[in-house]
C-alpha cells in the first residue's frame, strides 16, 4: 500500500499499515501536506506523520460516474468541516451504495490532488447517527493539546445563545445538537449553558432540551 513502511525479512518485504488516526475533518484539513516531487508523502500534524485517518461524519453530496472510466466522490461533513471520498475503476461500489444523509464510519487514505485533500477510502460502514457525538468527546477528551477556549469567553456564549434563539421555530434545541454543531470542549459548552439557565434567559421545558425564555 502506497505510505506504508516496510521491512524485509528472509529476502521477503512486508508491508506495515500506518496507524489509522482517529480525527476530525476540520483537524485533518488543517494538517500541512508534505510532498516529494509532487507526491503526496503525508500530513504534518504536530509530532504525528499520518497518512490513514479514521472519521465519523455524514454525507452530505454523491456524485458516480458511470462507463469506461467509473469515478465516484463523496462529500461527507462532521461539523467540523467537509472532506471527499474518492474512488476509481472497480472500487466504487463501496460508494455507490451510500445515500445522502448516510452516517459513516470512514478508514481510508489521505491523499492530496492540486491543493484539496481527499481520502481514498479501505472501510465505508453505515453506523448510528449519535456515535458522531461519541467521536467528538472521544477526541476532545483524549487531546491534551487542543486549544482551549476560556471560561466565560463571550463568543462561545453568544453562539450558544444564538443557536438556541434560532432554533425556536422548531421548539427548542438539544444540548447534544450544541455540542455537536460547536468547536468548543464540551465541559465549557455546559458552563455556559449552566450560566444562561441560572440568568434565566433560557430554560429546560425537559431534560436536554433548551428553549429561549426572551
Known sequence: ???????????????????????????VLKGKPMMDEGK???????????????????????????????FASLTVDDASGQMK????????????????GDTLQIIGNVR??????????EVIKKVDPRWLLVRKLEIQNSRKDMP???????NLKNGIMKQIKDAETDGGIDIDTIIMD?????????????????????????????????
Not at 504534518?44 to 472510466?69: F, H, P
Not at 482551549?148 to 463571550?154: I, M, Q
Open 1 to 27: 500500500m502506497e505510505g506504508d513502511a516496510g521491512t524485509t525479512v528472509g529476502g521477503q518485504e512486508i508491508r506495515k499499515r500506518n496507524i489509522a488516526y482517529k480525527m476530525r475533518i476540520g483537524d
Open 40 to 70: 503526496f508523502l503525508f500530513l504534518e500534524m504536530g509530532d504525528k506523520k499520518v497518512v490513514r485517518i479514521n472519521v465519523l461524519a455524514n454525507c452530505v453530496d454523491k456524485y458516480i460516474q458511470e462507463g469506461e472510466k467509473q
Open 85 to 100: 471520498l474518492k474512488a476509481f475503476g472497480e472500487d466504487i461500489g463501496p460508494l455507490k451504495e451510500v445515500l445522502q
Open 112 to 121: 492530496e490532488w492540486n491543493g484539496e485533500l481527499y481520502v481514498i477510502p
Open 148 to 154: 482551549a477556549v476560556e471560561n466565560g469567553d463571550s
Open 182 to 214: 460547536t468547536e468548543a470542549s464540551p465541559d465549557l459548552i455546559n458552563g455556559d449553558i449552566k450560566k444562561l439557565l441560572e440568568e434565566g434567559l433560557i430554560y429546560e421545558p425537559r431534560p436536554g432540551r433548551l428553549r429561549y425564555l426572551g
